[in-house]
């Protein structure tokens, strides 16, 4: 090639360049660029968001960045940027409780739990509350629930209080029940079970509407409920967590919380449920974006793993037992026609088949009597927490009337060892099921109920993916028919949960116009040779709120 046509090639080749590039930048705040960004086209570069002012103004294919001109440049290599993850349904003060109290998770036996009580003992003053939690008797060999004899051996000095793992069975010394005055023989209270030894006298256990009768003693934290909120919300920043819907707020924390915010020290985005009912005249919202006041909780049936889910059929592992009605099928109605006339979401807590039903046909019935249009129904948005276990017949009603389904994917894995044995196989198979769900048009909101679970939620979405355990038993996946992909996983916890929270023209998916809430995962879970695997191989790199880097993990893995 001669000197003169390699010089009409190069100014050829600048013309193009020139002709192809923007004649003026847009500017942003922020430009970042990563391997991947979910719902976003891509190209071999990889694809970029770009905001300022806490708004997204533009994604798309890595070579569009080019257009834009940015303060700050955030270049994430490998790694997957989604829309803000957001928990569903957690309980924000327990996690924080759960943080400083004795944590019973992952125990294998009774004596571990006693070991860990008594070390607490050990070096607190005598008198004093032990509070722990997170006890399974299903993960021991001995699957009974226990008996305090060898808890109060252990303890005497202590009254002590140890909430089961689902916050629906909790087990006391012989101190904790003599502080709280619990007599030898005494009728079982509405919704709530004291069980006994073979001689009627209580064994310790209380199962849920019961165990208010010790937990009424417990005396105060020795952390001041602000401190507590503020460590919980360190650990779901962390985990890559840029909101979570609270199940069950109670006023006080509610103030903390708008205090702590005056402060500008809270950063996570909360959606409050009141916990019984409305403690405001109307739904509320933060101007700072970071709280909302909208919904209430309410609790239909107990749990699975306490035989407190109330079933529409004997329990097949304890013939005669059906579970608990919390609250009935009336009295569900009187809240909900309270709640639809003030213009409140109501959340509610139905892990039984007969809990969900009831919860369906009282808002049924609440609908006729307000004479709402078929419209209006939907646009109320009412929410099932956990919708657990659905008779197969009730599948359909939650399409018709717009309900959500708030579910928690890793319940699926955690139960799914003894899930059989206690529902039957064919009742097991209207369990945990999100594909049945998502068929029938009903949008899923994931969580994790934590503290019951891990607040993770690549936990969450392995499970979704999988249904096995980590080692990926049951091999195919526990019911694998109703597996989910990765792109439904995610929008679950994005985008599904933006619409169980009336926020859905505003989060849930990285588009121009939407806040700029993103979790970063590094490396992406798709380079791994297996995806569901590479889930549990990555890990939150950084958590983005409003535009703000308000989580980022050094190279030693601490923020």
Sequence with gaps: MSLRHALVCILALCAHAAAQAPETSAACDVLLRARRVHGVASDEGGAFVAWSAGKICAAGPSLGARAWSAKRTLELGRALVTPGLVDA????????????????????????????????????????????????????????????????????????????????????????????????????????????????????????????????????????????????????????????????????????????????????????????????????????????????KLYADGALGSRGAALLADYSDEPGERGLETMSEDELLAVYLECLQQGFQVCTHAIGDRGNRNALQAFDRACRQLELDLEDVRARRFRMEHAQVVAPEDFARFAASGWIASMQPTHCTSDMDWAVERLGAERARGAYAWRTMLALG??????????????????????????????????????????????????????????????????????????????????????????????????????????????????????
């Design 89 to 296: 349904h957690g309980h924000l003060l327990g996690l924080g409780d759960l943080l400083e109290e004795v944590n019973l998770v992952g125990t294998s036996s009774y004596s571990e739990v006693i070991e860990r009580v008594v070390a607490r003992a050990r070096t607190a003053p005598a008198g004093t509350w032990i509070v722990g939690r997170g006890w399974d008797q299903n993960d021991w060999a001995a699957k009974a629930f226990p008996e305090h004899g060898e808890l109060s051996r252990a303890t005497p000095d202590h009254p002590v209080w140890l909430v089961r793992i689902d916050g629906h069975a909790a087990l006391a010394n012989a101190r904790a029940m003599a502080l709280a005055r619990i007599p030898e023989r005494s009728e079982d209270p509405p919704g709530g079970r004291v069980m006994r030894d073979a001689s009627g006298r209580p064994t310790g256990v209380f199962v849920d509407r019961a165990m208010r009768q010790v937990s009424v003693k417990l005396s105060g934290s020795a952390r001041p409920r602000g401190e507590r909120l503020l460590a919980a919300q360190e650990r779901l920043l962390a985990v890559g967590l840029t909101g979570m819907h609270d199940a069950g707020i109670e006023p006080e924390t509610a103030e903390v919380l708008e205090a702590l915010i005056a402060e500008q020290r809270w950063k996570i985005r909360i959606y409050g449920m009141w916990g019984g009912r409305p403690r405001r005249a109307t739904p509320s919202a933060h101007p700072s974006g970071l709280l909302e006041l909208r919904a209430v």
């Design 442 to 559: 009903v949008p899923l909101a994931f969580g994790s109920d934590f503290p019951v679970e891990e607040c993770d939620p690549r936990l969450g979405i392995f499970a979704a993916l999988t249904r096995t355990h980590a080692d990926g038993t049951p091999r195919g996946g526990w019911f694998a028919e109703q597996r989910l992909g990765e792109a439904e996983a995610l929008d679950a916890f994005s985008a599904g949960a933006a619409w169980a929270a009336f926020a859905e023209d505003r989060r849930g998916r990285i588009a121009a116009g939407f806040d700029a809430d993103l979790s970063v995962f590094d490396p992406d879970p798709a380079l791994a040779e297996e995806l569901a695997a590479g889930w549990l191989a990555t890990r939150a790199q950084m958590t983005i709120v409003a535009g703000q880097v308000v989580y980022e993990r050094s190279p030693s893995g601490q923020r």
